[in-house]
């Protein structure tokens, strides 16, 4: 998106000239993503994967980790479709270790490799 853009949304933070941050609830919770509005309301949807995320940030309490560590809280993660705990299979845990190869034995969980493992998992 365009700086412009971003700054009409009211999603950046700009406080150190430095470097301008996007405010990712203010990002996700935008007018961008709701359908409507007519009228008087908007449909908006939850993303049920930013739950998700927000659990394993704070089950992990950093933005990368060993996939170990990773692979046994996504299998503790309840969602909507899946019961947890539950076991991953194995060839999914082997795509998350074969990243974490590429990152000095960790995973970056904000990441696009990382983000299209979860949808997997």
């Known amino acids: 998106e365009r700086k412009e853009f971003l700054q009409q949304l009211g999603v950046l933070d700009?406080?150190?000239?430095?470097?301008?941050?996007?405010i990712i609830p203010n990002y996700l919770l935008n007018p961008m993503n709701c359908a409507g509005p007519w009228g008087y309301h908007a449909t908006c949807s939850i993303n049920e994967c930013e739950f998700l995320m927000s659990d394993l940030e704070g089950a992990l309490g950093s933005p990368e980790a060993p996939p170990s560590l990773i692979a046994r809280k996504v299998a503790a993660l309840p969602s909507a479709t899946v019961k947890a705990p539950r076991t991953l299979p194995s060839a999914l845990v082997r795509?998350?270790?074969?990243?974490?190869?590429?990152?000095?034995?960790?995973?970056?969980i904000h990441g696009r490799l990382f983000f299209q493992w979860m949808h997997f998992a």
Do not use: C, Y
């Open 95 to 108: 795509k998350l270790e074969e990243v974490a190869e590429h990152h000095k034995g960790r995973v970056p």
């Open 14 to 22: 700009e406080s150190d000239v430095e470097q301008t941050r996007i």
